[in-house]
């Protein structure tokens, strides 16, 4: 079973710059698995931010970023809101059949 | 406006049934390649399976956990997304979401499994 694996939780300070990453129990992971990252608050549905590993979506702030580094997909929130403390999720595909990660949880404080 | 509106959700014996619809407004549904998305009470985000556009062929592709149980399937003339959920397990207890390709997402629908 692949197993996809984030951050459980991370911590930034207002203002400043945090990474998160994407691992796959499978390999490096590379633009073939069209990395998507996927944003949820506490009692909302999910909302997608970022897809294809770096492309945005209209409605994508221009502080996240997305890339590919050291064999994993990673998601980049420069200049942190106060409003970006959520769960981020990436989202990978395995030729047929997506599989989500653990999830990872930003903390603003 | 592109909207998803999900529906169907409900208490369901364990070994029951249930159909979920997601009706789609907003933009051509008929090319769109259609997921369901599950997330289990104060769980992560577990993907279920996807169907594609019937131009694509209108395959299936399911989940380990629910193949063989669940069923995708559209109806492009009603706009509406469907899945049949069968033989039902308490670890099937999940918000239900259905997405475009992940870009847009419903507002979800409960499905609690229990005796």
């Known amino acids: 079973q692949t197993v996809v694996t984030q951050e459980p939780s991370l911590t930034v300070s207002p203002g400043g710059t945090v990474t998160l990453t994407c691992a796959s129990s499978t390999g490096a992971v590379t633009s073939g698995y069209y990395p998507n990252w996927i944003q949820q608050k506490p009692g909302q549905a999910p909302r997608a931010l970022i897809y294809?590993?770096?492309q945005k979506h209209s409605w994508t702030p221009a502080r996240f970023s997305g890339s590919l580094t050291g064999g994993k997909a990673a998601l980049t929130l420069s200049g942190v809101q106060p409003e970006d403390e959520a769960e981020y999720y990436c989202l990978l595909y395995y030729g047929g059949a997506h599989v989500f990660g653990t999830g990872t949880k930003v903390t603003v404080l | 406006e592109v909207q998803l509106v999900e529906s169907g959700g409900g208490l369901v014996k364990p070994g029951g049934s249930l159909r979920l619809s997601c009706a789609a407004s907003?933009?051509?549904?008929?090319?769109?390649?259609m997921s369901w998305v599950r997330q289990a009470p104060g769980k992560g985000l577990e993907w279920v399976g996807r169907?594609?556009?019937?131009?694509?062929?209108?395959?299936?592709d399911y989940a380990a956990p629910v193949k063989g149980r669940f069923t995708i399937s559209r109806d492009d003339s009603k706009n509406t997304l469907y899945l049949q959920m069968n033989s039902l397990k308490i670890e099937d207890t999940a918000v239900y979401y259905c997405?475009?390709?992940?870009?847009?997402w419903g507002q979800g629908t409960l499905v609690t499994v229990s005796s």
């Open positions: 997405t475009t390709t992940f870009n847009t």
């Open positions: 907003g933009f051509t549904f008929s090319n769109a390649w």
């Open positions: 169907i594609k556009s019937k131009t694509d062929g209108g395959t299936t």
């Open positions: 294809s590993t770096s």
